[in-house]
């Protein structure tokens, strides 16, 4: 068996919003934030969905209703945690075997009435095989998930 090393990418984010409304605009609210361009269908996505429940679908869907999947609920615990898979491997396909998904999980921590820090470990990018190396590299990047946390941060806020 082949020795594979196991790369989290990790990356870090506060908001001065309590906790639920943290949590609620992450998982209910991620069309307004995740940027425009980070689509994998052929048409923009109009809407996110993450359907509230673990085996709950994480999916794009674009202005004619065609849905285009980038993974399911593993764990749901509500205003704390969300774990998602993803299914997205280096050549930005989805691929439905999830022995072959990575796992995003993100932890959301109240450090004041109105402060949370949203913390995201994206782990088992093994699973998606060869080039798994060079595509942590690419989401540890400046145009991935912290990218993807500063717009979440910043809608976050203003929403309030």
Not at 60 to 67: H, L, P, T, V
Request: with cysteine; charged share 20%.
């Amino acid at each position: 068996m082949e020795n594979t090393e196991q790369i989290v990418v990790r990356k870090t984010v506060r908001v001065q919003i309590p906790v639920e409304r943290a949590f609620s605009i992450f998982v209910e609210k991620m069309e307004t934030w995740w940027p425009a361009t980070h689509h994998i269908a052929p048409h923009p996505f109009q809407s996110i969905v993450v359907e509230p429940r673990v085996g709950g679908k994480w999916f794009e869907r674009d202005a004619n209703g065609n849905e285009c999947q980038w993974g399911q609920v593993l764990a749901w615990a509500p205003p704390r945690v969300v774990t998602l898979s993803w299914h997205l491997g280096p050549d930005w396909k989805f691929n439905p075997d999830l022995a072959s998904a990575s796992e995003v999980e993100i932890r959301f921590t109240e450090e004041a009435q109105n402060r949370t820090l949203v913390e995201l470990a994206h782990s088992e990018l093994q699973r998606h095989g060869e080039g798994y190396q060079q595509y942590a590299a690419a989401l540890d990047g400046p145009g991935a998930w912290i990218a993807i946390l500063t717009s979440y941060a910043t809608t976050a806020e203003a929403a309030e």
